[in-house]
Structures are given as C-alpha cells and as structure tokens.
C-alpha cells in the first residue's frame, strides 16, 4: 500500500491555536522537515494513548472501518497475541469493541503501555476502499484517494481532545 505521509502541528494564531497536517514525503529528511516548521512557530502535536483510543471508537462506531493493527511502544508478545485475537472476533462482530476499549484504557491509565500506532482499513460511504495509519508521534500514512478527508476528519478529532 502506497500512502500518502503527514505529520500534525498546532499554532497560536491571533490568540487562538490551530492544527495543521502538513505532508511529507519519505525523499525529506524528517529532523530537517521538523525543524522548518519549528523556526516558523509550528510545535508537533504528541497523540496519546486516550486520542487513539477515542480516534478508535470514532472510526470504527461512527465510520465502519476496522482496526486490523495496534503496535505498542513496549514489545510484549503475550499483549501482541492478546490484541490480535481481539481484533480478530471485532472484525467478525463490533459488539466486542468494548472488550478493546476496556483493555487499552487499562493499559494506558493502569500499566503505562502506550499504543505507537493504529492501523485502521474499511469502505467509504462510495464503496472505494480506505486504508490508513496513525502514530503516536503526529504521523499519518492514508490512501492517497481519501487523504484530504481523513486527514481533515482526524484534524477535527484533536483539536476537539486537545482545545
């Protein structure tokens, strides 16, 4: 799968802070492209482990879309297995959603384990497939077809969490 790469800012504009979702590509030199928005006022936006989970909740319950992918930042093969299977009865019913839900909150408020990134894959309202992906670091990988309106849909969701 081809994606089409971003990274999410925040600003203060005229007393209010906006987010950006700027692209990039892999042919830049990450630190380089960091530091350009840096000096120009933009200040990189961190996606907790309760965004992704609320970001979880939205694509699955209010989109359709599947998770098909959580990494953790710790690398724990009991979890890894635990999660998969999880994934696995949600992709046969959503009912277990909850079960998830539960889990990650779990871990993120009670063990410290943070989710580093969210892969997320379904059908739009078109029927056109959606693929994508989102980090913990501010970094998204979406379809080129549908990245203008899942990287705006997602833009929308942080501001709401964090302002």
């Given at each position: 799968m081809v994606y089409e790469k971003a990274k999410f800012f925040w600003k203060v504009n005229d007393a209010s802070k906006d987010i950006f979702c700027i692209s990039f590509n892999d042919d830049m030199e990450y630190y380089t492209f960091i530091k350009q928005y840096y000096d120009d006022g933009y200040r990189q936006i961190i996606i907790t482990s309760e965004i992704m989970i609320g970001l979880i909740e939205h694509f699955v319950l209010e989109k359709g879309l599947f998770v098909y992918n959580i990494e953790f930042i710790e690398d724990d093969q009991d979890l890894k297995d635990e999660i998969?299977?999880?994934?696995?009865?949600?992709?046969?019913?959503?009912a277990f959603l909850g079960k998830l839900i539960e889990k990650l909150n779990f871990l993120s408020e009670k063990s410290s384990i943070d989710i580093q990134r969210i892969?997320?894959?379904?059908?739009?309202?078109d029927g056109g497939a959606i693929?994508?992906?989102l980090q913990s670091n501010g970094i998204i990988g979406i379809d080129k077809k549908n990245f203008s309106s899942i990287s705006n849909e997602i833009s929308n969701l942080i501001e709401r969490c964090l302002f």
């Open positions: 998969e299977n999880l994934l696995s009865i949600i992709s046969r019913d959503r892969y997320f894959k379904g059908r739009g309202n693929n994508f992906y």
